[in-house]
């Protein structure tokens, strides 16, 4: 069993920077591919960014790429998301998941989710 804690959701005015963080526990982290994704309110759930466990490799979406970068820290068994030139339309839900295995963009692949974190960006 995996436990997944995000944090660093808020408000931020379009054009600024929020990181989030999503501090791992249960497993070993290395183990673990991670991901983020984000729900918008009447939207389904959409892939955001990917890093895998091992080699570390990222993958980000087309919609974020260039603003978004995704990054372990394996000592601290976290992940975090970095996201700059935020746009009103990154606003919403952001969750972290876990999943054994390749790093994957597909939501159904991953076994263990956060809790979500509330990102708001106004125009």
């Known amino acids: 069993q995996v436990q997944l804690v995000e944090s660093g959701g808020g408000l931020v005015q379009a054009g600024g920077s929020l990181r989030l963080s999503c501090a791992a526990s249960?497993?070993?982290?290395?183990?673990?591919?991670m991901g983020w994704f984000r729900q918008a309110p009447g939207k389904e759930r959409e892939f955001v960014a990917t890093?895998?466990?091992?080699?570390?490799?990222?993958y980000v979406a087309n919609s974020v790429t260039g603003r978004f970068t995704i990054s372990r820290d394996t000592a601290k068994d976290t992940v975090y998301l970095q996201m700059n030139n935020l746009k009103p339309e990154d606003t919403a839900v952001y969750y972290c998941a876990a999943k054994m295995g390749p790093s994957s963009s597909r939501s159904i692949n991953y076994d263990y989710w956060g809790q979500g974190t509330q990102v708001t960006v106004s125009s």
């Open positions: 249960g497993r070993t982290f290395s183990l673990f591919s």
């Open positions: 890093v895998n466990g091992y080699g570390g490799s990222t």
